[in-house]
């Protein structure tokens, strides 16, 4: 093993070497042929052709990012990479140079970049009518609507559409204060919902929240994470993917979940009205915090003890919606609850800004004792992108290819945490897959920051591009596109392979 590390190593550092000492323009052709001479893993061929960059070049970019952009609009990478154009599951940079994308612009692309279906929907439509607001009766969005609700279980009919997954939780929580009439209501620890002033409170990741005064009336329980958390074993998900930590649960139950479910039986009864309870919130695998997925029956029971106090419960499926698990076209019906509203973003539009709560018809009647306006959400372009999307989804079959692709996946992922150290758990269901890097498995203390970039930017450099998530930055987050293929697995986990080959062979 020590020898195939060092031969690798060696290997990618006279390959980074000529690759730096070869222009920008010879660097494309050079990446595919030192990929096969090399030994390099080589992407899975692609048949389409990007068209030539012409614009602004990097430089010049990065000194208008400089002078005209917030700092706090982050770049990926050492060497940002400056996109071109997408098709599908691929990437191409200014160079002509391709990346498989596995963190689909944040868990935002859906059916593909740039889906043929979808911009000739978005086309068309624009041709047609580019925007007027719902003010206006137009056939887009009481079409689309219909679409959606019809996708949703029990009596989940009404859907109040918005730009962004934010807009939608603050939306929810709004409602949900109205209709019960409670103030107070709970998340989780190391849950992300969003980062307006109001949701800022509901956020609870230290790494997202500013020194302000942000949304009142908003309390965390622990958060129900059965690798880094107090309770949780090996029998605790619905997963693949299961901790290397023991387990005494019986078959059928999951003692780490009632454990949980104690500590929010404990915020609700200090921290809430007495008996009352305005929303509880949660996604089935957290997105942000780094796709930390529920124990087995978590939600079930949660649902039960908040409606038993006469609150309303709210699934966030900006991350997990739209058949991305594989199993279940929502991330709630995995844990067998109907929740009182669900909110949803990112994948819905395939990157467009599109975004709604659907709730029940009850929930919804409040928005009717004031004016409550949303000028763009649901416009005509935005819907005809919605219903695109849905179909795509069906036609292309990616909640199927979700359950197959992602569970090889998960599946080639546990054998790289048989081989290293560095890798401490694999978790996740269908597409939305996290990895959680350690120092060691036994402490299972976060690997440090350099060390985990380092990984990271040597993945980037041989053309796969990964997202990084959780509290610490520690967890690679892959989440790519409903179209990848068995192929861009294989070539994934070579990547890594070779990227955690060179960072151990260097400790």
């Not at 390099?40 to 400089?66: A, N």
Request: proline fraction near 6%.
């Amino acid at each position: 093993m020590a020898a195939l590390r060092t031969s690798a190593g060696n290997i990618w550092k006279q390959a980074s070497r000529q690759w730096r000492n070869t222009s920008p323009m010879q660097q494309p052709a050079l990446a595919a042929a030192s990929s096969t001479a090399s030994g390099l893993p080589q992407l899975p061929p692609c048949d389409f052709e990007p068209q030539p960059h012409q614009g602004p070049s990097k430089q010049e970019v990065l000194q208008l990012r400089k002078e005209h952009l917030v700092p706090g609009i982050l770049t990926f990478y050492k060497d940002p990479l400056y996109v071109h154009q997408g098709y599908m599951q691929y990437l191409w940079d200014t160079r002509g140079t391709r990346y498989l994308d596995l963190f689909a612009g944040i868990v935002t692309v859906s059916v593909g970049h740039c889906h043929p279906k979808v911009v000739a929907a978005a086309e068309a439509q624009m041709k047609k009518l580019w925007h007027t607001t719902n003010i206006y009766l137009f056939p887009g969005i009481h079409e689309y609507a219909q679409k959606l609700t019809s996708k949703l279980p029990g009596n989940l009919k009404v859907v109040y559409l918005t730009n962004s997954g934010s807009e939608a939780n603050d939306l929810a929580l709004l409602m949900a204060r109205l209709y019960t009439g409670v103030f107070d209501s709970v998340s989780l620890r190391n849950a992300y919902h969003g980062a307006s002033p109001y949701l800022m409170g509901v956020t609870a990741l230290s790494t997202w929240r500013y020194n302000t005064p942000t949304g009142l009336g908003f309390h965390q329980t622990m958060n129900p994470d059965v690798y880094q958390g107090p309770w949780g074993g090996a029998r605790c998900r619905d997963s693949p993917g299961q901790t290397d930590r023991p387990c005494d649960c019986p078959e059928g139950t999951c003692r780490a979940s009632d454990m949980y479910v104690g500590q929010l039986e404990d915020v609700l009864k200090y921290s809430m009205p007495k008996d009352r309870c305005g929303a509880f919130i949660a996604e089935s695998i957290q997105g942000v915090g780094g796709a930390v997925q529920l124990p087995k029956g978590y939600l079930q029971k949660a649902y039960e003890m908040v409606r038993a106090r006469g609150g309303v419960c709210i699934a966030d499926e900006v991350q997990t919606g739209f058949g991305r698990l594989g199993s279940h076209y929502w991330g709630f019906e995995a844990s067998g609850v109907v929740p009182d509203m669900v909110t949803m973003a990112k994948g819905m539009g395939n990157g467009f800004p599109l975004a709604g709560v659907v709730t029940t018809p009850e929930i919804a009647a409040v928005m009717g004792k004031a004016l409550h306006f949303n000028t763009f959400g649901g416009n005509p372009v935005a819907s005809a992108v919605g219903s695109a999307v849905l179909d795509a989804i069906e036609e292309d079959g990616c909640q199927a290819l979700c359950s197959e692709v992602g569970t090889y996946f998960l599946e080639e992922l546990l054998k790289l945490r048989e081989d290293y150290e560095v890798v401490g758990d694999v978790r996740g269901k269908g597409l939305m897959i996290g990895v959680e890097m350690v120092t060691d498995k036994a402490s299972r203390k976060p690997l440090p920051a350099e060390d985990m970039s380092a990984i990271w930017e040597e993945t980037k450099n041989m053309g796969l591009l990964l997202g990084k998530g959780g509290l610490n930055g520690n967890c690679f987050r892959i989440k790519p596109p409903m179209c990848i293929t068995k192929e861009d697995v294989d070539f994934s986990i070579a990547v890594m392979r070779i990227a955690l080959d060179k960072y151990t062979s260097s400790k």
